[in-house]
């Protein structure tokens, strides 16, 4: 069964009906992270959140191409460089690799095109070229290149702001630059005197701005060269808007003569406990931190939990309630692995009750991705689930393949239930302890073995005391951190 899907648009303010530029094809672009310091809250919410939108649509069976690109020229990477004194390269390559490894633990789908604006500086040279011939840009006496808004007629479509005539002039006369309008940007910086970084282009030695490398990098990508619009869907964080979408719509609307998405969507700022994270205010902490604390799925689960256009309030007491129904998922895939089901019994089960319950979640996903309809949803399964487990102990085996079904759709929707239970539970526990461990159950599976009980039951206690719960299943001895 097919659901109609439903977005909310920021430029018309709705929600509207999405239909995509060509049949059964999504191609979505994400403004993604400037490479100058390790990925913080904010940026693993906006990832998860457009990464929610991809599955939803791939489950619908969409065709998808997801571009995310890495800004790895940029003043703040330049800034680094001055006081690290390390190359462009060396600094940006870690990040990345930082930044790659945060999306891996979060259960990111790794997008299909991950451009860097240091690999686009052709395309780049080349949309800015057209815009000079087209007269929208403009050359200053020291050589930058600037975009002329003024041109644009459409400037501000896209976030529907509106300047007026004294407020432009009262700011146009306080700057210094030869900017010709008070909104119009930098498109190239021509090289300067001790400029660090500057590549070879057909507009003479220099660096991009900053808006201009998304629009070539889509371009590049993912763009139709032919339709109204280049791609279906451009995402971002909420504080995006406005100057940097608006910006890239501009540009590319005057150099490609169509628009560059049929839809925007934003995603909620993350606030710590009610404030706005910021670096100045020292509360905006790393993705990393909170992986290693609590683990990369505990905090996908609570970062996901609150709608993506919603202002995400972050505090330490409501990820662990969140943990806690993480948890639920995972303890009802253990009691499902003591059943013996083979993927030939999966494939032949009975498919409307599966059915029922993922048309249920698929639903609630198309309604512009209405994440806490899922969770109840999800939250009902588990609990009728361990209610039908609790009740029949001799349970149809056709009922267990679907609830691991279920599971299956949970995971495939919202990338939630993936790992092996065992490792779940025993998340925080070093590689030593883990050791230390096994040992103590090898030793208590050969004291069974022996009949020596006392020792066998000593050892249990001894892992007791180190909060190991050990449990006999039909797959071996199995243990688990319990708090
Ligand atoms: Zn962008």
Same mark, same amino acid.
């Given at each position: 069964?097919?659901?109609?899907?439903?977005?909310?648009?920021?430029?018309?303010k709705?929600?509207?009906? $999405?239909?995509?530029?060509?049949?059964?094809?999504?191609?979505?672009?994400?403004c993604?992270?400037?490479?100058?310091?390790?990925a913080?809250?904010?940026?693993?919410?906006?990832?998860?959140?457009?990464?929610?939108?991809? =599955?939803?649509?791939?489950?619908?069976?969409?065709?998808? *191409?997801?571009?995310?690109?890495?800004?790895?020229?940029?003043?703040?990477?330049?800034?680094?460089?001055?006081? !690290?004194?390390?190359?462009?390269?060396?600094?940006?390559?870690?990040?990345?690799?930082?930044?790659?490894?945060d999306?891996?633990?979060?259960?990111?789908?790794?997008?299909?095109?991950?451009?860097?604006?240091?690999? !686009?500086?052709?395309?780049?040279?080349h949309?800015? &070229?057209?815009?000079?011939d087209?007269?929208?840009?403009? /050359? !200053?006496?020291?050589?930058?290149?600037? %975009?002329?808004?003024?041109?644009?007629?459409?400037?501000?479509?896209?976030?529907?702001?509106?300047?007026?005539?004294?407020?432009?002039?009262?700011?146009?006369?306080s700057?210094?630059?030869?900017? /010709?309008?008070?909104?119009? $940007?930098?498109?190239?910086?021509?090289?300067?005197?001790?400029?660090?970084?500057k %590549?070879?282009?057909?507009?003479?030695?220099?660096?991009?701005?900053?808006?201009?490398?998304?629009?070539?990098?889509?371009?590049?990508?993912?763009?139709?060269?032919?339709?109204?619009?280049?791609?279906?869907?451009?995402?971002?964080?909420?504080? +995006?808007?406005?100057?940097?979408?608006?910006?890239?719509?501009?540009?590319?609307?005057?150099?490609?003569?169509?628009?560059?998405?049929?839809?925007?969507?934003?995603?909620?700022?993350?606030?710590?406990?009610?404030?706005?994270?910021?670096?100045? +205010?020292?509360?905006?902490?790393?993705?990393?931190?909170?992986?290693?604390? @609590?683990?990369?799925e505990?905090?996908? %689960?609570?970062?996901?939990?609150?709608?993506? /256009?919603?202002? %995400?309030?972050?505090?330490?007491?409501e990820?662990?309630?969140?943990?806690? =129904?993480?948890? /639920?998922?995972?303890?009802?895939?253990?009691?499902?692995?003591s @059943?013996?089901?083979?993927?030939?019994?999966?494939?032949?089960?009975?498919?409307?009750?599966?059915?029922?319950?993922?048309?249920?979640?698929?639903?609630?996903?198309?309604?512009?991705?209405?994440?806490?309809?899922v969770?109840?949803?999800?939250?009902?399964?588990?609990?009728?689930?361990?209610?039908?487990?609790? &009740?029949? #102990?001799?349970i149809?085996?056709?009922?267990?393949?679907?609830?691991?079904k279920?599971?299956?759709?949970?995971? =495939?929707?919202?990338?939630?239930?993936?790992?092996?239970?065992?490792?779940?539970? &025993?998340?925080?526990?070093?590689?030593?302890?883990?050791? *230390?461990?096994?040992?103590?159950?090898?030793?208590?599976?050969?004291?069974?073995?022996?009949?020596?009980?006392?020792?066998?039951?000593?050892?249990?206690?001894? +892992? #007791?005391?180190?909060?190991?719960?050990?449990?006999?299943?039909?797959?071996?001895?199995?243990?688990?951190r319990?708090?």
């Amino acid at each position: 069964m097919k659901y109609k899907i439903e977005l909310f648009d920021s430029v018309k303010k709705e929600k509207i009906e $999405f239909e995509p530029i060509v049949s059964g094809e999504a191609r979505i672009y994400v403004c993604g992270p400037t490479v100058y310091d390790h990925a913080h809250l904010g940026h693993a919410r906006s990832a998860i959140a457009f990464d929610l939108l991809r =599955r939803m649509l791939l489950e619908n069976d969409f065709k998808v *191409e997801f571009g995310r690109n890495f800004t790895d020229i940029d003043d703040k990477i330049i800034n680094k460089m001055s006081q !690290t004194g390390e190359s462009l390269l060396e600094i940006t390559e870690r990040y990345i690799n930082s930044y790659s490894r945060d999306m891996q633990d979060l259960g990111i789908i790794v997008p299909t095109v991950q451009p860097k604006a240091t690999e !686009t500086i052709d395309e780049i040279s080349h949309m800015v &070229q057209e815009l000079l011939d087209k007269d929208f840009a403009y /050359r !200053t006496s020291s050589g930058d290149i600037y %975009f002329d808004t003024s041109r644009d007629k459409n400037y501000l479509s896209i976030s529907g702001r509106y300047q007026n005539e004294n407020e432009r002039e009262s700011r146009l006369n306080s700057i210094e630059d030869e900017k /010709r309008n008070i909104a119009d $940007f930098v498109l190239w910086k021509h090289e300067k005197d001790g400029d660090l970084v500057k %590549f070879e282009s057909s507009l003479g030695n220099g660096r991009p701005g900053w808006h201009i490398e998304c629009s070539a990098m889509i371009e590049k990508h993912l763009s139709h060269k032919n339709k109204n619009y280049s791609i279906d869907i451009h995402c971002g964080g909420a504080d +995006l808007l406005f100057p940097h979408h608006e910006n890239e719509a501009s540009q590319s609307r005057c150099a490609t003569g169509h628009e560059l998405a049929k839809y925007w969507l934003h995603n909620g700022f993350v606030k710590i406990d009610g404030e706005k994270m910021s670096k100045s +205010l020292g509360n905006s902490f790393f993705v990393r931190d909170a992986i290693k604390k @609590y683990g990369g799925e505990a905090i996908r %689960f609570y970062l996901l939990s609150t709608h993506y /256009r919603a202002d %995400f309030n972050f505090s330490e007491e409501e990820l662990l309630n969140s943990k806690k =129904r993480l948890d /639920r998922i995972y303890r009802l895939k253990k009691r499902l692995s003591s @059943y013996k089901i083979s993927e030939a019994m999966l494939n032949s089960v009975f498919e409307l009750d599966n059915l029922i319950f993922k048309n249920h979640l698929l639903k609630a996903m198309n309604d512009d991705l209405n994440i806490s309809i899922v969770l109840a949803e999800i939250d009902k399964f588990v609990s009728t689930a361990n209610e039908s487990l609790d &009740q029949n #102990k001799k349970i149809d085996l056709s009922k267990i393949a679907q609830y691991v079904k279920n599971l299956k759709c949970i995971n =495939r929707l919202i990338g939630i239930g993936e790992n092996n239970y065992s490792e779940y539970f &025993q998340f925080g526990i070093g590689d030593e302890v883990k050791k *230390e461990i096994e040992d103590l159950i090898s030793q208590r599976t050969e004291a069974k073995k022996d009949k020596n009980f006392v020792l066998a039951d000593e050892i249990r206690d001894q +892992l #007791k005391n180190m909060n190991v719960q050990i449990m006999d299943t039909i797959n071996g001895v199995k243990w688990e951190r319990v708090e």
